[in-house]
């Protein structure tokens, strides 16, 4: 096993204000994409995505666990005082997408976050996990 990370660039930003005037950022776009050859030369199946989603949706998503960090970390495990985002939702589409949003959290790293945001800054989505390559014919799959 070795640790995986995909960055996709393309990401919506939501800026919401309540009544108190108190901003709410969230950022939405697709995670993850299913049975094409991304930028680090990688095929991500649909039926490994799809059994990987509905694991992390389980696990993660539904328990408000699926935390995230400003960055790139080295390693699969999420370092809790780097957390800037916690990802609410994650679900394919028709064309082996995987659409997330993730709202952005008022800790240190979040703040960071909604400044860049606020500041018109483009960011992107990075995942990571755990997993296994198999060559064929000169691409990886994972």
Do not use: C, W
Request: hydrophobic share 30%; glycine share 12%; proline share 3%.
């Amino acid at each position: 096993m070795k640790l995986i990370r995909e960055e996709i660039n393309e990401a919506q930003y939501i800026v919401e204000a309540d009544d108190n005037g108190k901003k709410s950022h969230k950022i939405k776009g697709i995670f993850m994409q299913a049975n094409i050859k991304n930028r680090n030369g990688r095929v991500y199946p649909q039926e490994v995505l799809e059994k990987e989603v509905n694991r992390y949706n389980k696990e993660f998503v539904q328990r408000k666990r699926a935390f995230g960090e400003l960055g790139h970390p080295d390693g699969p495990t999420v370092n809790l005082e780097r957390v800037s985002h916690i990802i609410t939702k994650l679900e394919g589409d028709s064309k082996g997408n995987y659409i997330g949003e993730a709202k952005i959290t008022d800790t240190p790293y979040g703040k960071i976050v909604k400044s860049l945001i606020d500041e018109g800054a483009q960011l992107g989505v990075s995942s990571r996990g755990m997993g296994s390559l198999e060559n064929k014919g000169g691409t990886n799959y994972v």
